[in-house]
């Protein structure tokens, strides 16, 4: 919030004498009024492996996000860039795959790779677009300083929080939206409503149907589901309400079975059809890959898209944006060892205390070594694993974040973020101003990760 | 609407109202506790058995004991018709189903899981025993409160109704089942403190009491509770009103949808058997053999309605 004169940063300017006006007993309630909103609505989250706390609220913080708009625009360009090239080289590596023959990529890194489809090549889903929904991680190390950090092509969660956060805010004070432009994020769903419409099968008549597919209620992310498919008023169903019936997926419903034409999944590729992938996935479609590739339903996104999120094509990035697009990529990656490579890896031995050390399939902030803040044991315990599966590992610097204030009871103190804008990719690129800020509560940890300790905040783009 | 979400629906209400119930029949068994001098856990016996739970009761606990009866009908997580697995499973449904209810009746129903989660945590002190019923009351009767006030009259608030009633009629019918040999005339001593708390009690577990005296002038009968539990279709929890209930909620879906199915001949058979009977028929022929047959009918009736309706595969 403040710049290094201890003045207000310029997007703070308005918050900042708002919060000087307030009595910090009062905000500190209305933390627990927030708290206690999340809780009577439903916003949780299950914790894998915690049988008796089987639901978690997301801690929130009241203190908001704040990004100027100016700064914003050029965020904005760089993911427009990139989600455009993440789009191109899925296309590419399941068709022409030039960009291996151009050299820039390794092809058993895409060829070997588990989420590489072989079912997915020669294939091109509706309109041409494989990644509908994209969450982007960004963190800001400074002004105008952004890296990304990684991308989330497959899945990206966390939506709903970005928007009950909002309006959580919202309603708590109301005299804020007053004094500060926020440019809204409400028509979200909305927008990926019209999105997904736009992107209706050859093989859909009329006005198209749209569905989440949910692995059902003991999902971590099942208030979510519920909550995207309740906002945009379609169906939630789960795979066992599903079956390939006369060449078209459809469901089974009070008077008979109806065809669904676009299915926004929130399942994993290896559970989608248990005829193509895992035979003993129980949330999936029998058959619904071949009802895919006929044309018959949309299915966003589309399989083999996971491959953009693996650590180790993420290293390759900048090549990717610049491959495809053209031009230089506007944002930065955060400079990564492939362990796969032998003189990385003994880099990344010889440092590891200086170093994150991550699964290129991993997520969730799991399975990783933060050097900075692991013990010498937990450090040599790693590199043994690292010795033994190279391939499995990349490597990062930790960057020196930038801080944001969250509340706590002796004031507001500075705590690392990170920034998930999320994009919908139609005809067009949507990038909704805002997204989901998760902060690292603990102090001076860089892990904002909600199964890790993690919270969120209302993140603002201010309109200037 | 998905099979799934109507089969959800129908749950979830049997749940909320299966555990309002459960209360009120907990609530009735203390009254008696209460007003009886000398050991009162054989009264358990007949309340555990209006809940259906006697035998599975007997796995659990040795002897019967009145603390234990009702911490098991209140909150045994292997009891899965007590308070607190009902709410559980209610809310199981409701979070199944949340797109199909609105925000309110979804809150008020998170809401009743979260309160009654802490209110019964522990064993719950014979002194706090009344206070927790009020709990269960109101935050049942809020979330009854909400789904009427707030949903659409579509097929999901059929499918709610079907459920409230399917479950009611055989709440309603069990606890008639249990208690039958106290209505017979001829056993029944008439004017005998003895009688009068028992009907007094079966009154009150189903919180007529004092609708009763506005019906039949105040004096208990057992010929005139049967009536007003079986047949009266003013009162909201006999059988005649809950098939009143479910046949016309059958019949909006009839419309609806343009169809009918089994489900809807063997319950509209059912409400023209309760409206053209009289009560001493039943008396006569036998209110046990009655009440077992419509306990019967029932059930069937609930698999009539999942298979029509397509509740699973």
């Not at chain 1, 049988?51 to 997301?58: A, G, V």
Request: aromatic share 10%.
């Amino acid at each position: 919030m403040m710049s290094a004169d201890s003045n207000p940063r310029q997007p703070y300017e308005n918050y900042h004498d708002w919060y000087e006006g307030q009595d910090r007993a009062r905000l500190i309630a209305k933390s627990r009024d927030a708290e206690n909103l999340f809780r009577k609505t439903g916003i949780t989250f299950a914790v894998y492996g915690h049988e008796d706390s089987s639901e978690k609220l997301i801690p929130f913080d009241i203190i908001p996000r704040i990004i100027s708009g100016r700064e914003w625009r050029r965020l904005a360009q760089g993911i427009e860039q990139r989600v455009i090239a993440l789009n191109a080289f899925l296309d590419d590596i399941y068709h022409k795959q030039e960009i291996i023959k151009a050299g820039r990529v390794p092809r058993e890194l895409i060829e070997r790779n588990v989420a590489f489809l072989p079912q997915m090549i020669g294939f091109k889903p509706p309109g041409g677009v494989y990644t509908h929904i994209v969450g982007t991680d960004i963190v800001r190390t400074g002004e105008d300083q952004f890296y990304v950090l990684e991308d989330n092509a497959r899945t990206p969660s966390g939506v709903s929080y970005m928007l009950e956060n909002r309006e959580t805010m919202m309603q708590m004070f109301p005299e804020l939206f007053h004094l500060n432009k926020v440019r809204p994020v409400e028509d979200y769903p909305k927008t990926l409503r019209q999105s997904l419409a736009s992107l209706a099968p050859p093989g859909c008549s009329g006005k198209p149907r749209i569905a989440v597919l949910t692995p059902g209620i003991f999902n971590s992310a099942y208030y979510e589901h519920s909550f995207l498919a309740d906002m945009m008023g379609v169906e939630l169903v789960e795979g066992s309400d599903l079956r390939v019936v006369d060449g078209k997926v459809k469901m089974r419903t009070t008077r008979g079975y109806e065809a669904i034409d676009v299915l926004y999944r929130r399942v994993d590729d290896d559970f989608l059809d248990p005829l193509t992938f895992r035979p003993d996935s129980a949330l999936g479609i029998p058959g619904i890959m071949d009802v895919y590739k006929a044309g018959n339903i949309t299915i966003a996104n589309a399989p083999g898209t996971g491959i953009c999120d693996d650590k180790a094509i993420y290293s390759y990035m900048p090549e990717i944006v610049e491959f495809y697009t053209g031009r230089k990529a506007l944002l930065e990656n955060v400079p990564t060892w492939r362990c796969s490579e032998e003189d990385s890896l003994k880099y990344v031995l010889e440092h590891l205390e200086e170093l994150v050390v991550k699964e290129v399939h991993g997520s969730g902030g799991y399975g990783m070594l933060v050097g900075p803040t692991a013990s010498k044991k937990e450090c040599a315990a790693f590199a043994e694993k690292l010795k033994a599966r190279p391939s499995n590992y990349i490597a990062q610097p930790t960057l020196s974040l930038s801080t944001v204030p969250i509340l706590v009871n002796k004031g507001i103190a500075p705590r690392h973020v990170d920034l998930r804008p999320y994009v919908l990719v139609s005809d067009k690129v949507k990038i909704i101003p805002g997204g989901l800020t998760r902060v690292a509560l603990k102090e001076g940890s860089l892990v904002v990760n909600s199964s890790q300790g993690g919270g969120t905040k209302d993140t603002w783009v201010l309109e200037d | 609407m998905l099979g799934r979400t109507a089969n959800g629906l129908y749950w979830m209400f049997r749940y909320i109202e299966r555990g309002e119930n459960i209360a009120r029949l907990i609530d009735a068994g203390l009254r008696m506790a209460l007003t009886r001098s000398g050991s009162s856990d054989e009264d358990w016996d007949g309340v555990l058995q209006s809940a259906g739970v006697r035998e599975d009761f007997d796995e659990v606990h040795g002897k019967l004991t009145g603390a234990d009866a009702i911490d098991y009908l209140l909150r045994d997580p292997a009891n899965p018709s007590s308070v607190m697995s009902c709410i559980e499973s209610a809310r199981n449904n409701a979070r199944m189903v949340r797109t199909a209810l609105t925000r309110e009746t979804w809150e008020a129903t998170n809401e009743c899981w979260i309160e009654l989660k802490l209110a019964l945590s522990k064993r719950v002190k014979p002194a706090d025993m009344p206070e927790v019923i009020g709990t269960i009351k109101r935050c049942t009767a809020l979330i009854r409160g909400a789904f009427h006030g707030t949903m659409l009259r579509d097929d999901i608030y059929n499918f709610s109704r079907i459920g409230t009633f399917i479950e009611r009629a055989d709440n309603t019918a069990r606890i008639l089942d249990v208690k039958y040999y106290v209505l017979l005339p001829a056993i029944a001593k008439v004017g005998s403190s003895l009688d009068n708390m028992q009907w007094e009690s079966i009154l009150r577990s189903v919180s007529a009491h004092r609708s009763y005296s506005w019906v039949y002038d105040g004096d208990y009968s057992a010929t005139n509770i049967s009536d007003f539990l079986i047949l009266n279709d003013r009162m909201p929890r006999s059988l005649a009103y809950s098939y009143d209930k479910i046949v016309s909620n059958l019949g909006y879906l009839a419309k609806l949808y343009g169809d009918n199915h089994a489900a809807h001949e063997t319950a509209s058979a059912t409400l023209m058997l309760l409206r053209s009977r009289n009560i001493d028929d039943i008396m006569e022929q036998g209110l046990h053999e009655f009440i077992e047959e419509f306990i019967v009918h029932n059930n069937r009736l609930g698999e009539e309605i999942s298979e029509g309706y397509r509740f699973y595969r």
